[in-house]
Protein backbone atom coordinates (compact mmCIF):
# COMPACT_ATOMS: atom_id res chain seq x y z
CA UNK A 1 0.00 0.00 0.00
CA UNK A 2 2.79 2.48 0.88
CA UNK A 3 4.28 1.88 -2.70
CA UNK A 4 1.10 2.65 -4.42
CA UNK A 5 0.57 6.09 -2.26
CA UNK A 6 4.60 6.62 -2.73
CA UNK A 7 3.99 6.31 -6.46
CA UNK A 8 0.68 7.99 -6.78
CA UNK A 9 0.03 10.19 -3.97
CA UNK A 10 -3.26 11.85 -5.10
CA UNK A 11 -5.27 8.33 -5.33
CA UNK A 12 -7.87 8.91 -3.15
CA UNK A 13 -9.00 5.74 -3.32
CA UNK A 14 -5.82 3.88 -1.97
CA UNK A 15 -5.93 6.63 0.50
CA UNK A 16 -9.09 5.70 1.78
CA UNK A 17 -8.16 1.99 2.28
CA UNK A 18 -5.24 3.41 4.55
CA UNK A 19 -7.52 5.10 6.48
CA UNK A 20 -9.50 1.77 6.66
CA UNK A 21 -7.04 -0.41 7.73
CA UNK A 22 -5.18 1.84 9.95
CA UNK A 23 -8.98 2.26 12.21
CA UNK A 24 -9.20 -1.28 12.04
CA UNK A 25 -5.83 -1.66 13.67
CA UNK A 26 -5.20 -3.44 17.59
CA UNK A 27 -4.93 0.13 18.47
CA UNK A 28 -6.66 3.23 17.11
CA UNK A 29 -4.06 6.04 18.13
CA UNK A 30 -2.61 7.52 14.63
CA UNK A 31 -5.50 6.83 12.63
CA UNK A 32 -5.59 10.43 12.18
CA UNK A 33 -2.25 10.57 10.03
CA UNK A 34 -3.85 8.47 7.48
CA UNK A 35 -6.74 10.57 7.46
CA UNK A 36 -5.04 13.99 7.16
CA UNK A 37 -3.43 12.19 3.91
CA UNK A 38 -6.96 11.59 2.45
CA UNK A 39 -7.85 14.93 3.25
CA UNK A 40 -5.27 16.45 1.54
CA UNK A 41 -5.53 14.29 -1.57
CA UNK A 42 -8.87 15.18 -1.43
CA UNK A 43 -8.11 18.94 -1.95
CA UNK A 44 -5.43 17.98 -4.25
CA UNK A 45 -8.21 16.90 -6.35
CA UNK A 46 -10.27 19.70 -6.70
CA UNK A 47 -12.86 18.11 -3.96
CA UNK A 48 -12.60 20.51 -1.27
CA UNK A 49 -16.04 20.50 0.43
CA UNK A 50 -15.07 16.31 1.08
CA UNK A 51 -11.48 17.62 2.40
CA UNK A 52 -13.10 19.49 4.86
CA UNK A 53 -15.19 17.27 6.47
CA UNK A 54 -12.61 14.87 6.17
CA UNK A 55 -9.98 17.63 8.11
CA UNK A 56 -13.56 18.47 10.65
CA UNK A 57 -13.70 14.84 11.80
CA UNK A 58 -10.14 14.66 12.75
CA UNK A 59 -10.50 18.07 14.64
CA UNK A 60 -13.80 16.88 16.20
CA UNK A 61 -11.57 13.89 17.41
CA UNK A 62 -8.30 15.42 18.00
CA UNK A 63 -9.57 19.13 19.02
CA UNK A 64 -5.47 19.86 19.15
CA UNK A 65 -4.84 18.93 15.99
CA UNK A 66 -2.95 22.48 14.58
CA UNK A 67 -3.41 20.51 11.21
CA UNK A 68 -6.68 19.89 10.90
CA UNK A 69 -7.84 22.98 12.65
CA UNK A 70 -5.39 24.83 9.65
CA UNK A 71 -6.58 22.98 6.80
CA UNK A 72 -9.93 24.04 8.12
CA UNK A 73 -9.52 27.87 8.31
CA UNK A 74 -7.41 27.42 4.95
CA UNK A 75 -10.49 26.37 3.35
CA UNK A 76 -13.05 28.86 4.80
CA UNK A 77 -10.88 31.62 4.03
CA UNK A 78 -11.61 31.50 -0.07
CA UNK A 79 -15.38 30.81 0.30
CA UNK A 80 -15.57 34.57 2.36
CA UNK A 81 -13.18 35.95 -0.32
CA UNK A 82 -15.04 34.45 -3.53
CA UNK A 83 -18.36 35.90 -1.81
CA UNK A 84 -17.20 39.36 -2.12
CA UNK A 85 -15.36 39.33 -5.46
CA UNK A 86 -18.86 38.26 -6.67
CA UNK A 87 -20.64 41.08 -5.05
CA UNK A 88 -17.89 43.36 -6.56
CA UNK A 89 -18.62 41.73 -10.00
CA UNK A 90 -21.94 42.13 -9.88
CA UNK A 91 -21.69 45.97 -8.75
CA UNK A 92 -19.10 46.47 -11.98
CA UNK A 93 -20.48 48.12 -15.11
CA UNK A 94 -20.31 46.27 -17.56
CA UNK A 95 -17.95 48.33 -20.91
CA UNK A 96 -20.13 49.19 -23.73
Do not use: C
Not at 50 to 56: F, G, I, L, S, T
Amino acid sequence: MDEVLRLDPNSVRHRQKAVEFAFKAVTRRGWWTPTLELADALLRSDLPEKARAVYARVAEHDPRNDRAKAAIAMLALPSRLNRGSRRARSKRKTPR
